[in-house]
């Protein structure tokens, strides 16, 4: 299987470059180092990439990388002045400050060893699952919602138009231009660098999506609990390839590619705003570092789905209550009034202002239309048990994640991470198992009541939550092994419990991605490898359409358009080939031509009207995929493939078994 992945090598290669470099550079600038600096490198980048986007459509320049490079020196000078100018304030650390430590000590070399292994060992996980998913680097989602992910790629890719304010403008149906577009820029500028086709170019993207910039997001969380950096690089390297929910399973629903995205960097944007919430009271400037990169990721997260800027939202809420009744509290015992009206007022605020953003940024009830499919105290199950939608019970993933936070409510530290993990439950649970309700709407409409997007943002607070429990057990561990100091030498001994502590991590991190120890995480595999089986029952595209779409450039002349039903695969005639299709998307909102051109085509030969539409269209060319249709589809009106043959102002340019094109030739 290794083997057959060597071609999606340079567009993986080229998603890599794009994910880190642009932001290594920019949080360099803004005085990230260490883990830190690793972890929101590709968060940074997707924000730079989503803002050179808008940039370059309101100045009328092509997305391209020499976009992105351009905004990313414009950026990162910027940057520079800003810092320079809160260092000369007093604001921020110096430069010698921050080199107090050479980076070849001892410890800064053990650090970084122990996050590379980390890196790698979890990366090498997370591909396994990756190529086992999609099967060979050359397939695709055949997904309801991927038919618009791919052709928008190749919308950008046709018209350099790149940014989220026009984006979704590629199908005339919608009425607005705006669509969080910074996944599909990523992708478009992966197939630029790598010359990879669109499916190529999206694998590539996915694997360096999930084996990097996701084990480096949680561990920068994780440190947050952790609080030794090698500590929370091991055990994130156990856990973080082992939530099936999370991320596997959003690759076969939808495919939902721009909210796993939003997903995978969300934990960073988690971490930064404990950074910058959590700093001792008094040492205000302490805030200022995270503050900066805390600034710097957001634009990405809203590019890539605004629901992550409404997560973040809600858990800086919930950080503000327990801000707030520590402080009345504390008033009580100390009777300092004026703090603690400052307090009452600036919670009151934020309240305000969470509430207007939380009803208005969110979809219409008419979008959120999942409706709740099991009962309340079931819902509950599932989500502890991450056995959601139908999955089996983790129940290792269960313990440790329940011992953490059991661990952390005891200890009395970062309880605010286990009110995340139940306020992440229960946000299920509304969409889930709860009564259609204004209670319901009020709490999972922004998530359009999908359970599936709810299940994986509970893995969010479940990992950190492991990984302490995980943390906890090596330091049991450690102690034990501490008193053989007694007669063993210390170099042997500090030697031989690092390579315990690799293998520890190593057969860890294999038991649970085990079916025997972890049957949840291989039954989300196997379902998701349907989505990408172009052989499985349902799927949009056959292997014969597949082939008839790859040859359609040399039978079709650019400019034309063609006509076909989306939900059959005839959509992703433009993705593959740029050959524009009526209906871009499973949910597009048919025009009067379109009409003309779906419901009455069989009225070519004898109504003028159909003619007419073709004409102004110039949709010459008709793709039959036959009858199967993608499950969950706006219902179109098209002529069968019988009806479609009986025409006598059609003419069979081609076939592929079943699959067909037609050229009109009656409508002169």
Known sequence: MLISWIPALPATLAALAVFLLPGALVSRLLGARGLTWASVSGPVSVSLIGIAAILGGFLRIPWNVWTLIGTTVIVGALAVLVRRALIRVGWMSGPDAEHAGSWRSPSNIKGFLVGFFAVVLSGAFIVRRIMQIIGVP????????????????????????????????????????????????TVALVAQLSSADIPLAINGTTIALLAVVWPLACFLLVRTVVPSTSGAALTTAVLCGAFGLLPFHLLDWGTLYPNLLSLLLLPVGIALLLGVTKAPFGHWTQRVAPLLLFLAVLPGMALAHPS?????????????????????????????????????????????????????????????????????GRALGESL???????????????????????????????????????????????????????????????????????????????????????????????????????????????????????????????????????????????????????????????????????????????????????????????????????????????????????????????????????????????????????NTVKYTFPTPEEIAKLHKVQLLDQQGKAKLYKITGCK
């Not at 979704?168 to 009425?175: E, G, I, L, Q």
């Not at 801000?323 to 400052?342: G, K, P, Q, V």
Request: hydrophobic content about 50%; aromatic content about 12%; glycine content about 6%.
């Open 385 to 631: 048990t991450f056995s959601t939608n139908g999955f089996a019970e983790a129940w290792i993933l269960t313990i440790l994640v329940v011992a953490g936070g059991v661990m952390l409510l005891r200890q009395h530290r970062a309880t605010y991470l286990v009110a995340w993990f139940a306020m992440s439950c229960f946000l299920y649970i509304s969409a889930s198992g709860l009564p259609d309700s204004a209670w319901r709407d009020f709490w999972s409409q922004i998530w359009y009541h999908d359970a599936h997007r709810l299940a994986a943002l509970t893995v969010v607070f479940a990992l950190p939550l492991g990984a302490v429990t995980l943390w906890e057990l090596w330091k049991l561990l450690a102690q034990q092994i501490g008193r053989l100091g007694k007669v063993i030498d210390a170099r042997v001994l500090t030697a031989g419990t690092a390579v315990l502590a690799i293998l520890l991590t190593s057969v860890a991190g294999l038991a649970l991605q085990s079916s025997r120890f972890n049957p949840n995480l291989n039954g989300v595999v196997l379902r998701s490898k349907w989505a990408f089986d172009p052989n499985f029952p349902g799927n949009l595209l056959s292997p014969d359409e597949e082939k008839l779409l790859e040859r359609l450039d040399t039978k079709v002349p650019e400019g034309s358009v063609l006509i076909g039903h989306p939900a059959s695969g005839a959509a992703l005639a433009y993705a593959y080939t740029g050959r524009a299709v009526i209906l871009p998307a499973l949910g597009s909102s048919p025009s009067a031509d379109d009409i003309q051109l779906t419901s009455k085509l069989t009225g070519l030969d004898t109504d003028p009207a159909v003619c007419s539409s073709v004409k102004r269209l110039n949709a010459y060319y008709i793709l039959d995929f036959g009858t199967e249709l993608s499950p």
């Open 138 to 185: 050359e397939n695709f989602s055949q997904r309801y919602d991927n038919v618009f992910h791919m052709n928008a790629i190749r919308f950008i890719l046709d018209t350099g138009k790149g940014s989220s304010l026009t984006l979704a403008s590629m199908d005339p149906s919608n009425t607005t231009g705006f669509y969080p577009g910074a996944w599909h820029d």
């Open 308 to 376: 992550a800027i409404l997560t973040l939202l809600l858990l800086a809420a919930v950080l503000f209550v327990v801000a707030w009744w520590r402080e009345i509290r504390r008033y009580f015992s100390t009777r300092d009034r004026r703090r603690a009206l400052w307090v009452s007022l600036a919670f009151a605020l934020y309240l305000a202002a969470f509430t207007v953003a939380w009803m208005k940024l969110r979809p219409s009830k008419f979008g959120a239309h999942w409706p709740p499919v099991t009962s309340s």
